[in-house]
């Protein structure tokens, strides 16, 4: 139950990221929604398809379909608001990547993937939604600009996965490596970090 909510949690932050995307690029409520649901679970059921978790979980159980949609109608009625409020909506984002990233890895793990790729799967649950997204909306991933994202959430993979083998209470674990993978990301915000891009002329 502890990873259900936190799933659910992490799917409605990402997918009211989505929707503001919709809502910036003059889209109809449809396409609002389709950007709120892809940016919510595509992470998430890419990680299911690579494990064998099928039919992913988004498919199973009706909250992962709600969730999204009742995000992407939220943004849809008061983008205004929230859009005025993006500085609060991009922390929790990073509370989002956090969350997916634990329980990707925690989710691999259960179905019995070693620590490395157990680690990779919480990453993939963290940016490929957000990845899915841009790509549908015609923009550079997020993880592609050097921002620095998909490193924060393989550090908390790998801490997920560290107390994991030591067996530590589920709690607590989500707390370590969450608490790693959010801290990383929003001092990266807020130092303006970036990951290294080549230096000189892209020419050759």
């Not at 990221?17 to 919709?22: H, P």
């Not at 009625?77 to 997916?100: K, Y």
Request: include cysteine; aromatic fraction near 8%.
């Amino acid at each position: 139950m502890t990873l259900v909510v936190l799933d659910l949690v992490g799917i409605f932050v990402f997918a009211i990221t989505g929707a503001l995307v919709g809502v910036r690029k003059d889209l109809d409520v449809f396409g609002i929604l389709i950007l709120a649901g892809t940016t919510g679970l595509g992470g998430g059921f890419l990680r299911d398809v690579l494990i064998g978790a099928t039919p992913p979980a988004a498919l199973e159980d009706w909250r992962y379909l709600l969730v999204p949609v009742a995000a992407g109608l939220l943004t849809f009625w008061f983008h205004p608001a929230v859009g005025r409020r993006e500085r609060a909506v991009t922390v929790l984002d990073a509370f989002g990547l956090g969350l997916f990233c634990v329980t990707g890895t925690l989710k691999a793990l259960e179905y019995g993937l070693g620590p490395v790729p157990a680690a990779l799967m919480g990453m993939v649950t963290g940016i490929g939604g957000g990845m899915a997204r841009d790509l549908l909306s015609a923009r550079v991933p997020v993880v592609f600009r050097g921002d620095l994202y998909a490193t924060p959430a393989l550090a908390g993979a790998f801490v997920t996965v560290a107390g994991s083998r030591l067996d530590l209470p589920v709690l607590v674990v989500a707390v370590a490596g969450a608490g790693v993978c959010i801290v990383w990301r929003l001092v990266a915000m807020w130092r303006n970090w970036q990951a290294p891009v080549p230096a000189g002329s892209a020419s050759v």
